[in-house]
């Protein structure tokens, strides 16, 4: 399959993030990039609302049902604002009139990456060869099956016999209504969802963060296209490591929801937009879209929300009167102290120990060379002039930019290099772990970046005409120093190793693949598989739409049957227990992709292996050292 075949679930994938949050913000007032970049987060919430309430009243999850329901509930939030809140937007000051800079940024960020990423993964329907993957991959599978897309239910999937938890599945939601919209395989429609992300989310969201900070000039607005494709660490890294595909989609949202906070707080070059209380209805909603994609990403929020609060709450102290301070350190104090019980009540563990020493920390924090991505002293040097630029503004929108780029490098370096546990507690959020706080950190200093070139051009044109000449030379030269030595070299090879399918795949070889294929001919429909869930068995739900007994490595709860069969199935002719259990799990075939696991781990599943030499199994199919058993006990 090529990309171009993929185009139409991109598109389906698009409409799913944008149409609806379009709707309902067009007709509570947003306007210009306000409204596109808002409308994914206001999509995410609409159908993530649907997906728990439609299970509720029996109703499965179909874009017919998402979409209809999502409707119903957009024009509750429309009535809401309108005829409640009387709200009322104006953007009279978000815009100099122009939109073609806006278009040529938008273009240029959504070209490079995803370029970078077709190219580096190759065909769409290859899939990341990572741990996390097969959660991702049989979640979608699971959707599909169940017609269930609650976050409240899809703990079942791991949990089969134990109680209903919460998982954020926000993500894998939204991509398996782009799959039954096209009809698209779930390798593809993850990969084309991720390409829409990437054109849509990410360029639109970090667009309008830069402009509440460095201005809708013509200058600022195209350097952030350009930077915000210039950091291996964010967005594309996220495609790569883990694989974290809902904190991906998280983090994309966070710069829309991140400007929403600045304009409230009038920490931001343009005017409020609107009055207090719809400003915080919309940002609630907001946030809720983020949250319900990873709470991780709203964690990421709140971290920059900090520095735009402490701004705001510092800005003009001295000519406050007592009552107004008092109202003022108030207000701050709640803030504080509910960011800090978020911590603990969100705190994940300390999952992950140091990577490098504090002076590798600081060294990758002020080159940029995040996560050893490349070495770009230009963007980095960029960045550094921006900070002193916003040091100099002496305002609340420079206090913003420092501190965001302050609170994020210390959570870098604790996660990166502390060796105490307890000074890494505020990364806990984020399982301790560099690589996800790198990715913020890469967020949080475009905006600085940007600041240095609007400087630069604007000091250009003051000495030459026509002035943009000039302006022109600095962003080609930008764009092409930045984007050559941003290390997407390495990145693009290790996107491609992570996702190319072999014979020593780390995940799943050729031969399983292809045997994994021809499932859908051999097994019925309501038959079940066992197999040893780290040798790539599992993902014969994702791929074949046949279920298996263990869906992922990590499983709980499982009960008893479950256990009987992984540990003595091939005993079924002396244990009493097994065959109760077959029957009632209706286990009928076993997949033997031999002992090589993921993350070269070692488990033992004694009733299933060994097969070749029990009378109790039937080789059926075979691809090279692949193989299918029919269990022939228990008759």
């Not at 509930?73 to 009139?97: K, N, Q, W």
């Not at 992300?197 to 970090?206: R, Y």
Request: one cysteine or more; proline letters at 5%; charged letters at 15%.
């Amino acid at each position: 399959m090529s990309w171009i075949e993929a185009i139409p679930t991109a598109l389906a994938s698009a409409a799913i993030l944008l149409i609806p949050g379009l709707a309902v913000g067009w007709f509570i007032g947003l306007r210009r990039l306000w409204l596109l970049a808002l409308a994914p987060a206001v999509s995410i919430t609409l159908l993530s609302v649907a997906s728990v309430a439609l299970p509720l009243i029996g109703i499965s999850w179909h874009p017919l049902s998402a979409l209809l329901f999502a409707a119903i509930f957009g024009a509750l939030i429309v009535c809401l604002f309108r005829f409640a809140l009387r709200a009322r937007f104006d953007f009279a000051t978000s815009e100099s009139g122009r939109s073609w800079p806006t278009i040529v940024a938008w273009a240029f960020c959504s070209i490079a990456l995803i370029t970078i990423t077709a190219v580096s993964i190759g065909k769409p329907e290859n899939i990341s060869q990572t741990f996390d993957n097969v959660f991702h991959l049989n979640a979608i599978a699971f959707i599909h099956d169940t017609g269930n897309a609650s976050p409240f239910d899809i703990t079942l999937l791991t949990t089969p016999n134990g109680q209903r938890g919460f998982y954020p599945d926000a993500y894998h939601a939204l991509v398996q209504l782009a799959q039954q919209f096209t009809g698209a395989s779930i390798p593809v429609a993850i990969n084309a969802f991720n390409v829409a992300v990437l054109a849509t989310v990410w360029p639109l969201g970090i667009l309008l963060l830069s402009r509440q900070i460095a201005g809708s000039s013509r200058a600022a607005t195209i350097a952030t296209g350009i930077l915000a494709a210039a950091l291996p660490a964010f967005p594309l890294n996220m495609l790569v490591y883990g694989v974290l595909y809902p904190f991906f989609l998280g983090l994309a949202l966070m710069p829309a929801a991140l400007a929403l906070v600045m304009n409230l707080l009038g920490a931001s070059r343009e005017g409020r937009i609107t009055t207090m209380w719809p400003h915080i209805v919309l940002l609630a909603g907001i946030i809720f879209g983020v949250a319900i994609t990873h709470p991780g990403a709203m964690m990421g929020v709140l971290a920059l929300a900090t520095a735009v609060a402490t701004a705001a709450f510092l800005n003009g102290w001295t000519q406050l009167n007592r009552k107004q301070k008092r109202q003022r350190s108030i207000g701050f104090g709640i803030f504080v102290a509910f960011g800090i019980l978020l911590l603990i009540v969100l705190r994940q563990g300390n999952w992950w120990e140091p990577r490098m020493s504090v002076f590798e920390a600081l060294q990758q924090l002020l080159t940029l060379s995040l996560e050893g991505y490349g070495l770009p002293l230009l963007t980095a040097a960029l960045v550094l002039f921006g900070l002193v630029i916003a040091i100099r503004r002496k305002d609340v929108i420079g206090g913003a930019v420092i501190g965001m780029w302050i609170i994020t490098a210390v959570l870098y370096v604790l996660a990166a290099s502390a060796g105490p546990k307890i000074l890494r507690f505020p990364t806990w959020v984020w399982y301790g772990d560099s690589p996800r706080l790198s990715a913020i950190f890469a967020i949080a200093v475009i905006p600085a970046g940007v600041l240095a070139v609007r400087w630069i051009v604007e000091a250009l044109a003051k000495r030459s005409r026509p002035s943009w000449a000039g302006e022109v030379v600095v962003l080609l030269v930008i764009a092409a120093v930045t984007l050559t030595t941003a290390g997407y070299d390495r990145l693009a090879r290790n996107i491609r190793w992570i996702h190319s399918i072999s014979q020593d795949s780390r995940l799943l070889s050729e031969d399983e693949a292809a045997l994994i294929k021809r499932l859908p001919d051999e097994v019925a429909a309501d038959e079940v598989i066992a197999g040893n869930p780290w040798t790539g068995t599992s993902l014969a739900f994702a791929f074949a739409d046949r279920q298996v007994i263990y869906p992922h490595m990590l499983m709980n709860d499982v009960g008893k049957d479950r256990e009987t069969i992984m540990s003595s199935l091939k005993q079924a002719d002396s244990n009493p227990a097994v065959c109760g259990a077959v029957d009632r799990l209706n286990v009928r075939y076993v997949l033997d992709f031999g002992t090589r696991e993921v993350h070269k781990e070692a488990h033992r599943y004694p009733g299933i292996e060994g097969l070749s030499k029990s009378p109790l199994f039937e080789l059926v199919d075979q691809e090279g050292d692949a193989k299918l058993y029919r269990f022939m006990g228990c008759q």
